[in-house]
Nanobody, 130 residues
Framework: VQLQASGGGLVQAGGALRLSCVAS???????????MAWFRQLPGREREFLAAANWAGGITYYADSVKGRFTISRDNAKNTVYLQMSSLKVEDTAEYYCAAASRKPGYTGTYSYARTYDYWGQGTQVTVSS
């Protein structure tokens, strides 16, 4: 079972990046049964929820800090979730993680909690320069 995140890098403030996260392994044979999300984390801080997409991707959720700037999408045929980030700010600098939650009741109330998620990717660093 693996979540492989990629797409991070160095970008100037105001720029854009697209992160990708590919799920592989037997547990993801039914990828559409997983809610997918992106979090970020700074050293010594808790993981911060950014965005989530439900099983089919038809319902998405965003943290206020990124609403209107970040867009989450998923391609269930490719077992991939994306995070399109635009109008990046210096304060968006962090390690970004994708996460997967197996389908369960109450997701609509718990999607923003890290403990909801069963699997995590390895992280990809995003650095925004001024």
């Amino acid at each position: 079972v693996q979540l492989q995140a990629s797409g991070g890098g160095l970008v100037q403030a105001g720029g854009a990046l697209r992160l990708s996260c590919v799920a592989s392994g037997r547990a993801f044979s039914s990828y559409s049964n997983y809610g997918m999300a992106w979090f970020r984390q700074l050293p010594g801080r808790e993981r911060e929820f950014l965005a989530a997409a439900n099983w089919a991707g038809g319902i998405t959720y965003y943290a206020d800090s990124v609403k209107g700037r970040f867009t989450i999408s998923r391609d269930n045929a490719k077992n991939t979730v994306y995070l399109q980030m635009s109008s990046l700010k210096v304060e968006d600098t962090a390690e970004y993680y994708c996460a997967a939650a197996s389908r369960k009741p109450g997701y609509t109330g718990t999607y923003s909690y890290a403990r909801t998620y069963d699997y995590w990717g390895q992280g990809t660093q995003v650095t925004v320069s001024s």
